[in-house]
């Protein structure tokens, strides 16, 4: 990663994401994978921007992408002229314009959502066909779909690209993996000459999951798709907060609101400006750690709305202006979401509309 420039002190706290790692990370998955790898940018790119993450990805050739939200899709069409765009939350009434003014591909996942898409485009706009497998969430079921293979209802949704998800991917031991593999296997061949796609990040290391066109998100944004193994991705993401004081404390004194912390000794707090309001959870309050100087030191007590306490007692880095690091270095967002009781996801995806992001790689 090259060096960021200084912390723009009009807000105390700086994302940092690297795009050549985002890149690099398409390509081991493409690579691990063996197929043509689409990216998954829905939640504005896991939260690192599809304004800049979206170009980055089509200059090193990607060309198909999936979002959530139809507003997203017509967001990723603002930054990706030509780019193949499909929405994986299918068809909402009422949406069908806005589907056909943008060039975005609805995930159809029902009956009625396909024949709305059928009157309304005769076939000749493109759509996906989502083929639930197991998650009971969007998606024709199993019997449905062989049952519906080769009727002219399948003809007039223009299908292109056949789907399903995995319940467990991240899981390689679940056996619903192989039952799922084995499901989209025989949707497939009732429906020859379509594009197929079942793997997302973890899938992309799943024996057989690999099909014509993978499918990862997080992993792209670094997020580790092997839990339990050393992470293939790099990371993308770094998170720093500027020290807005630094004082000493007696034992016995508190920290925050409720005062959740008391000093068993001696101790030097440093306040960080950054809290819950920038997206940092506050379910990681007396659990997760910053790093000062490359030391670790504790959160303390509450995390506030718009600051957090560290103490620094070992940290001889921190003073005023120093910055600490909270996502970056040996706290990946696997281990900050694991801090707060979460995932990785929901850190990348809560990281807030006040940052200022910079942009490196
Ligand atoms: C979010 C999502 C993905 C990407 O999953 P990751 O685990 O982030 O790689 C792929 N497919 C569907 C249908 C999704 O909803």
Known sequence: MTEPKPIDGAHGARLTIDLGAIVANWRILADRGGAPCAAVVKADAYGCGIGRVGPALWAAGCRTFFVAHLSEGVAARAVLPEAAIYVLNGLLPGTLEAYAAHGLRPVLGSVAEMADWASFSAGRRPAALHVDTGMN?????????????????????????????????????????????????????????????????????????????????YALFGGNPRPGFINPMRPVVRLEALIAQVRAVETGATAGYNGRWTAPAPSRLATLSLGYADGFPRAISGRGQALVGGVPCPILGLVSMDLIILDVTAAPAAERGATA?????????????????????????GLGSRYVRTYVG
């Open 325 to 349: 690091v909270l996502i970056g270095d040996s706290l990946d967002i696997d281990t900050v979401g694991q801090a707060a009781g979460t995932i990785g996801y929901e850190i990348l995806t």
């Open 137 to 217: 969430r969007l998606g024709l079921p199993v019997p449905e779909a062989l049952e519906l293979a080769g009727t002219p209802g399948i003809a007039a949704c223009g299908i292109d690209l056949l789907l399903s998800h995995f319940v467990s991917a991240e899981k390689p031991e679940d056996p619903v993996n192989a039952r799922q593999i084995a499901d989209f296997a025989r949707v497939r061949a009732a429906y020859p000459g379509l594009l197929a796609s079942l793997a997302n990040s973890s899938g992309v290391f799943l024996d057989g999951a690999g099909h014509d066109l993978l499918r990862p998100g």
